[in-house]
């Protein structure tokens, strides 16, 4: 999706990880992005606090990405919880809780300029960027969750279902 991509071209985007070669992987595939990064909670904080990001994608481990999350939501700040090791339902579910606009495993990361320039232009037109994510990934979150996953929080999914539906549908 060509329009996805170029969605993205000059936007200021934050990425959080400890993880050198993650951030080094996210920057070069954003290169029509203008991209800052953060090693740790302190600098991540402090940049959050001096800059106007379009958007944040924070990483859960390591860097105190939740806390994080809480302070770009109060800034207006969109936020995409990235993840490998805290890939679980509590995690996603408080991520939501939270304020995220998204929530993406690091196995998609080959997908991840397509993934944020949709959830961006979706969230822009007013459409509900979660609604659109587990369109995209839900599967994976089913191969890793299991089929039934949900199941286990059902208040929680039905009121998030309601909140997240696309006027549209």
Do not use: C
């Not at 302070?71 to 890939?87: F, R």
């Not at 037109?125 to 979660?130: A, I, L, S, V």
């Amino acid at each position: 999706m060509a329009d996805s991509k170029s969605y993205l071209k000059d936007k200021y985007i934050l990425v959080v990880d400890d993880e050198e070669d993650i951030l080094e992987t996210i920057e070069e595939m954003l290169e029509s992005s203008r991209v800052e990064v953060a090693k740790d909670y302190e600098s991540a904080s402090k940049k959050l606090k001096t800059n106007k990001y379009d958007l944040a994608i924070l990483d859960i481990m390591g860097v105190n990405g939740m806390q994080l999350l809480e302070e770009a939501v109060k800034m207006n700040i969109p936020a995409v919880m990235l993840t490998a090791h805290a890939m679980n339902t509590e995690s996603l579910m408080e991520s939501i809780r939270k304020g995220a606009m998204s929530y993406i495993p690091k196995d998609s990361l080959a997908d991840i300029e397509t993934l944020l320039g949709d959830l961006l232009k979706a969230s822009d037109e007013g459409n509900p960027p979660w609604k659109l994510l587990f369109d995209m990934v839900g599967p994976a979150f089913n191969r890793k969750f299991g089929a039934h996953w949900k199941e286990a929080d059902k208040a929680f999914w039905a009121d998030f279902e309601k909140t997240n539906q696309n006027d549209k549908d």
